[in-house]
């Protein structure tokens, strides 16, 4: 089969940047983030003997499936992420109490601008 270009095939663009999703992960998208959480829960605190036995089990769930397969591949933060979203990355800023200022060095010989640099270092660092 040859390999198709997004100039033969311009539907299959993905426009999110996001990775193309599975029919199973589509089919898991019903599910609520505390059944989610819970089969997780559950699924965690299974054996290998057991997670094999009930994925076999006729009872067994699309999502308890996914995610023992997720565990034995090490894609579970993969899984979970698609399934609950990812978790928020905040940055705490601190300010500072002193105000920045800014100095013109313009024309200023290397010596003077060390100088300068010492003395506002010091009196930041309160050694004046």
């Known amino acids: 089969m040859p390999k198709t270009t ?4 311009p539907q299959d663009i993905n426009r999110n940047g996001r990775p193309t999703m599975s029919k199973e992960m589509m089919a898991l998208r019903k599910y609520a983030t505390g059944e989610i959480i819970e089969t997780f829960e559950r699924v965690v ?5 057991e997670a094999a036995k009930w994925i076999t089990h006729p009872e067994c769930t699309l999502l308890d499936y ?63």
């Open 66 to 128: 996914t995610l023992i397969m997720a565990m034995k591949k090490g894609q579970l933060n993969v899984v979970l992420d698609r399934l609950l979203g990812r978790v928020p990355e905040t940055v705490n800023l601190h300010q500072f109490d002193k105000d920045i200022e800014k100095i013109d060095t313009t024309g200023m010989s290397e010596e003077e601008k060390k100088k300068l640099y010492l003395e506002k270092s010091n009196q930041i660092s309160g050694k004046q």
């Open 45 to 49: 605190r299974m054996t290998v003997q």
């Open 6 to 9: 997004f100039k033969d095939r």
